[in-house]
């Protein structure tokens, strides 16, 4: 009875403590036996619901009375969220954990709910780029919608601030993430939107909800903002229904920006005669929404081809130039690059990041090796007549089959002529060397012998021989099926060599690949000495390789794995050295103990020199055991291969399943013996050189890569990295 009188006693004082409350007069109460305290001037708030504590013990109700059903004690000191308070009742709607429910105002710390208009004094946000600066957004607060509402939640989703979908309705839920994220990332705590934290969001490095800074794929709601590879929301879904429509895009739209969308935008950008880049910037998207949009089986007019422009007539620097160089030659080159549109800046002789960014651009487009450096192949190039302006349509790529790599898998042929330096020269020297056209190292540098091997190898293989590496001497090297040099071209080709050439040509070089008589005699022989077992098939795998560099490494020769020359003399001599029973286990080792070496090593400091100079290579998958033999095409941000065979495509796509992006995670062993973790996919794509291997095109080997490698080549490079990642993790597990 006591306690009864006590809570009817509370009720009629309750909206006298309310009143007097709001007027920051200092009042008592609490629950049972609490000391009275003074209340302080309430705390404002722009709104409910509003984080809170209790200031006593209190009882939890599922409706407002105190004989309704006990949902939860809530203990003192405890943070609720207060979703409405009703003074005339005295009850509060409030939520606690997994709980909603009713209890006394009287015994939570209140505060005063009052709608204001708040101008936040925002943290500087970085530098933004043009398209995306602040001026493009409205202010986003509390009963706002719209698709730039939409935008903002499907930013704080992704940013774990907000679950749920987003529904373009600026609610409570909304404003609570916001304050949260506003909170994480030391804006003033509002819950309202202006235009620079929205900058921020969009095109700055925010904070997630855990504390990580990141970049949000959820594009800014700023009008004709680009769209690029992995970019997400409404926009993007808009753009994919229109291309739809069009007849270029063939799927359900997504919302996501990725590589089939890349693919439509490509074709229609090709079809509609603009830079087919795959990227959806201003005037791309201008084009796609315009009624004058050419449709994917529409004939587009012929476009009239901008005529090249005119052969300057200056002096050619000749001198390199990079990052850093000063005087006239500088001079030079930015006014020929701002007279094609690529430098937009003063012509002042200074070789800074703006000519840089300039010239890389130029080069991309023409083809180059896009490194930023002005040498001689730049030189040839840039003033020309062949040099066209910005903008200028390129020729069409001959396959619009969409690349989930994007740019980073493209293999090109660069010309590579007399002076020519790099890792393309450097992979066409040690091509030359293995085919028995050049001697010594591959240094990187076109010099006269390198002319003289090219030359070598183009009369022997029917082509022009001008000693010029171009797309078509290229082509017929890693093709597989390029004629080796016999002892009259390799005499030719290295003047120090004094053997004289017979009457009768020397054999092929046999290496990984090679099929025939040759091969299966040279298998029977191998296993009569005691370095390969099983029977001779005719057919140049990898244990084949592995045989004959054992054969090689016994005999003190160069052990390659090819056989050529030297090692078919030394094969075929009465003093062939006979291999002992290691030899040989180890040439036969199964899949499973040739992988259990297997090192987690950087491609770009490690593995890319090992695949460069061992470019067959042995692929085991992980998962099922089954192996495959590779050709390394091209080297670049990752391996492009080729499988060797049918059989070898056959065992590709048995491990997969079929063809697929979905990486898988590999040990990839190399003809030195050394096995490496990597990751693998099984669809074919653009360049291939192999025309009878069942598989129309390169697939890529993945090798580990630091976090900052990976996220500047995008997420396909990321998805590969995590692959290689959680199989390197799990064989830690189980040693």
Known sequence: MFKLKKRLHILPVLAMVTVLAFSAVPVTGGAAGSDAEPTATLEIVSSYPYTTKTKVKVNLRASRSVRSELLKHIPAGAEITVNSVSQKSGWANVTYGKYTGYLKSEYIVLKEVKK???????????????????????????????????????????????????????????????????????????????????????????????????????????????????????????????????????????????????????????????????????????????????????????????????????????????????????????????????????????????????????QADHGLEADGVAGKATYEVLFSENAMKKGTTPTPVPTETPNPEDEEDAVAWPKLTKDSTGDNV???????????????????????????????????????????????????????????????????????????????????????????????????????????????????????????????????LTADGVAGEKTLSKLNSASATAGSTTTTAASTSSAKSSSSGAQYANWYDKIKAIARKYPYVTITDIGTGISWQGHIISLGAHADYEPVTANDTAKLLKAFGGNTWTPRAVYVKFSDGSVYIGSTHSMPHDVYHIKDNNFNGHSCIHFPRTQEQVSAIGPYATKHQETIDAAWGASQKTK
């Open 116 to 362: 204001i208009k708040v101008t936040p004094t925002p943290t500087p946000v970085p530098t933004l780029s043009p398209e995306e600066d602040a001026g493009g957004y409205q202010i986003l607060q509390k009963n706002d919608s719209g698709a730039a509402v939409k935008a903002l939640q499907e930013a704080l989703i992704e940013l774990g601030y907000l679950k749920g979908t987003a529904d373009g309705k600026f609610g409570a839920g909304t404003e609570k993430a916001v304050k949260a994220f506003q909170e994480k990332n030391d804006y003033p705590v509002t819950g309202i939107m202006d235009a620079n934290i929205q900058a921020f969001l969009y095109t700055g490095s925010p904070k997630s909800a855990s504390g990580d800074k990141t970049n949000v794929r959820t594009l800014s709601p700023v009008e004709g903002v680009s769209m690029k590879k992995g970019n997400k929301g409404s926009q993007v879904t808009a753009l994919q229904e229109r291309l739809k429509e069009l007849g270029y895009y063939k799927d359900a739209p997504t919302g996501t920006y990725d590589t089939n969308t890349i693919g439509a935008v490509r074709s229609f950008q090709k079809k509609n005669g603009l830079k087919a880049d795959g990227t959806a910037g201003e005037e791309t998207q201008k084009a796609i929404y315009s009624a004058d949009a050419i449709t994917a089986d529409a004939t587009p007019t012929p476009k009239v081809t901008e005529e090249p422009t005119p052969t300057p007539t200056v002096a050619v620097p000749e001198e390199s130039l990079k990052d850093g160089a000063k005087g006239a030659d500088v001079k030079t080159l930015q006014k020929r690059l701002k007279d094609l549109g690529y430098f937009k800046h003063t012509v002042d002789g200074k070789f800074g990041r703006d000519t840089t960014n300039a010239l890389k651009e130029f």
């Open 426 to 556: 450097a992979q066409l020297q040690e091509a030359l060397i293995e085919l028995g056209y050049l001697s010594g190292k591959a240094d990187g540098t076109y010099g006269e012998k390198t002319v003289t091997a090219v030359k070598n190898f183009q009369k022997a293989n029917g082509l022009t021989a001008d000693g010029t590496a171009g797309e078509e001497t290229q082509k017929v090297l890693y093709g597989g099926n390029a004629k080796a040099a016999s002892a009259a071209a390799k005499a030719t080709a290295t003047p120090k060599a004094t053997a004289t050439p017979t009457p009768t040509p020397e054999p092929t070089v046999l290496k990984t690949g090679s099929k025939g008589s040759e091969v299966k005699e040279l298998q029977n022989k191998l296993i009569k000495l005691g370095y390969l077992t099983g029977k001779a098939d005719g057919v140049y795998g990898t244990k084949t390789a592995e045989a004959v560099a054992a054969f090689q490494k016994a005999s003190k």
